[in-house]
T-cell receptor, first 116, second 109 residues
Framework: DGGITQSPKYLFRKEGQNVTLSCEQN?????MYWYRQDPGQGLRLIYY???????QKGDIAEGYSVSREKKESFPLTVTSAQKNPTAFYLC???????????????FGSGTRLTVV | GEDVEQSLFLSVREGDSSVINCTYTDSSSTYLYWYKQEPGAGLQLLTYIFSNMDMKQDQRLTVLLNKKDKHLSLRIADTQTGDSAIYFC?????????FGTGTRLQVFP
């Protein structure tokens, strides 16, 4: 079955360390997105990519980095520069040209990152 | 700027109808969406409505769209305990979706 997989489900990081969250999709979707979710604040866009080897900053990109070397994969690195990284991170993907279709986004099941 | 607003909480009795409201700002949105998030999980697409429609019904779900007021609502008929979750509305803006803050629906017996 096609889907989008995030790993790990839970991640613990010591202060000052970089960590990388994995996101893989086999839906043949062109676009991929990373969101951060905090209680009462909804979803905030970190980065998105519409094509391989290209990505754009979202609303809260500071302290994060991404790469898009393959269509299927869009890993997110939370760097030590991110001051408050404890959150729930969601990856999503979509068909390009979503305005001409009704599929919206497909989401992964999320990674909960905790700084210890 | 782009903004999607929702009330944070809604509490209903099992068997009653729930109505979750959303206001958005971009009048050029083509599609508007409702997503459901259960605890510790990702978002699941519930339904959507095209911007030239006023209403869409899908089993227990009814979506109403008032383009003039930029107001979207989701009605859940015969609400069950399994409907307890966070509900997000989202509008399409250029090349991405903008999500609301989410409404936490609590269903009590």
């Amino acid at each position: 079955d096609g889907g989008i997989t995030q790993s790990p489900k839970y991640l613990f990081r010591k202060e000052g360390q970089n960590v990388t969250l994995s996101c893989e999709q086999n839906l043949n979707h062109d676009a991929m997105y990373w969101y951060r979710q905090d209680p009462g604040q909804g979803l905030r866009l970190i980065y998105y990519s519409q094509i391989v080897n290209d990505f754009q900053k979202g609303d809260i990109a500071e302290g994060y980095s991404v790469s898009r070397e393959k269509k299927e994969s869009f890993p997110l690195t939370v760097t030590s520069a991110q001051k408050n990284p404890t959150a729930f991170y969601l990856c999503a993907s979509s068909i390009m040209g979503w305005r001409r279709d009704n599929y919206g986004y497909t989401f992964g099941s999320g990674t909960r990152l905790t700084v210890v | 700027g782009e903004d999607v607003e929702q009330s944070l909480f809604l509490s209903v009795r099992e068997g009653d109808s729930s109505v979750i409201n959303c206001t958005y700002t971009d009048s050029s949105s083509t599609y508007l969406y409702w997503y459901k998030q259960e605890p510790g999980a990702g978002l699941q697409l519930l339904t959507y409505i095209f911007s030239n429609m006023d209403m869409k019904q899908d089993q227990r779900l009814t979506v109403l769209l008032n383009k003039k007021d930029k107001h979207l609502s989701l009605r859940i008929a015969d609400t069950q305990t399994g409907d307890s979750a966070i509900y997000f509305c989202a509008e399409g803006v250029t090349d991405k979706l903008i999500f609301g803050t989410g409404t936490r629906l609590q269903v009590f017996p």
